[in-house]
């Protein structure tokens, strides 16, 4: 990994999981897709995520036949923001699936020069501790890995202390993204990472109804060697996707908050307000159905996406359109849609 990426993400990202953009004919709509990464580096995002749920895992399917092609799209956009900067975007690419579909994953990101590799377990569920390490481990040979605690509700298993304990052994781990949506199986997580002694993989929220909580938190952990503090540096998210420019404000207030001696009230109040800003965003009121349609709708209504269309035909939930314009009227601090209206057409061009 590049050691310039791996300090920066080190250090704690603002990472988007990057959506797909399609027109109203399900085709990939190329201009759109390339809009959407340029918006993300414009709005200060450190790292982008990219074959994710976010971009719909059906771009795998030999019949969709997107999953290189966006990676792709990404890659370009990617590198020719990075001719400008002096420290690399962090790229990140999903790898899912059995164990020979997740190694020729990785091997194509590797190809495309992606720093690491976010791993989803989602379809070992029947997998015994010994059996998913065994797949870990022949993906880190590929490409450096980032842990993924998926909640269930989208298709995730419980992976209990035992399980991270041992993960977080595996050398070529650079991070993990944690999203089981469960205080307790967090904290599993992250008292792996500690009594395994990894000071140097990186903790990244991706409990999306606890983002300002987790990134103002403390872990002070007991050790045999004594107390060990650590915290979530930064974020991998889907609801990172929308409002960008104001998640990075975010993020720098939480790190400023993370430094002080205490948290300001006012920020875990804005904690409230994120979280039902996500309900709303990620549908939770109807199972989750309409998260990556809620994620669109946002999109299309900021110009940058010219459709809603997803691959599998995912629309918003009942009530949700309603939703989304309550808390567009409650939170206008949240948003950037200044922003975007003033540099859409520029991200659009060719």
């Not at 990202?13 to 709509?29: M, N, Q, Y």
């Not at 349609?293 to 995912?314: E, K, W, Y």
Request: with cysteine; proline share 5%; net charge neutral.
């Amino acid at each position: 990994m590049n050691p310039q990426a791996r300090h920066a993400l080190g250090q704690g990202l603002v990472i988007p999981a990057h959506p797909l953009a399609l027109d109203e004919d399900g085709r990939l709509d190329e201009r759109h897709q390339r809009a959407l990464t340029r918006y993300y580096v414009a709005a200060g995002a450190g790292g982008l995520a990219v074959g994710v749920h976010t971009t719909q895992f059906a771009i795998r399917d030999p019949a969709v036949g997107l999953f290189e092609p966006v990676l792709t799209l990404a890659r370009e956009e990617m590198s020719r923001a990075d001719r400008g900067r002096v420290i690399p975007l962090v790229r990140i690419g999903g790898i899912c699936g059995a164990t020979p579909q997740a190694m020729k994953e990785a091997t194509l990101l590797a190809d495309l020069g992606y720093h690491a590799g976010l791993l989803s377990l989602a379809a070992l569920h029947e997998a015994s501790d010994d059996e998913l390490l065994a797949h870990c481990r022949s993906v880190a040979e590929i490409v450096p890995l980032v842990g993924f605690y998926l909640q269930p509700a989208v298709g995730g298993r419980p992976l209990g202390y035992a399980f991270w304990r041992r993960f977080a052994e595996i050398e070529r781990v650079r991070a993990i993204k944690i999203a089981p949506f469960n205080r307790y199986q967090t904290l599993d997580v992250v008292r792996a990472v500690v009594d395994a002694g990894r000071h140097d993989i990186a903790l990244y929220t991706g409990n999306d109804d606890h983002i300002v909580g987790d990134l103002v938190t403390p872990y002070r952990l007991q050790t045999r060697a004594g107390p060990i503090e650590r915290r979530v540096v930064g974020g991998l998210l889907g609801h990172w996707a929308v409002w960008t420019q104001r998640a990075v404000a975010l993020l720098a207030e939480c790190h400023a908050a993370a430094r002080a001696p205490y948290v300001p009230a006012s920020l875990l109040r804005t904690g409230i307000e994120v979280t039902d800003c996500n309900a709303v965003v990620f549908d939770a009121a109807n199972a989750f159905h309409g998260c990556i349609a809620g994620i669109h709708a946002v999109l299309r209504r900021q110009r940058l996406l010219a459709s809603t269309r997803t691959l599998t035909g995912d629309t918003l939930g009942p009530g949700q359109a309603e939703e989304l314009d309550r808390v567009c009227r409650a939170y206008p601090h949240l948003f950037d849609d200044e922003f975007v209206a003033d540099h859409v057409d520029s991200w659009r061009r060719p």
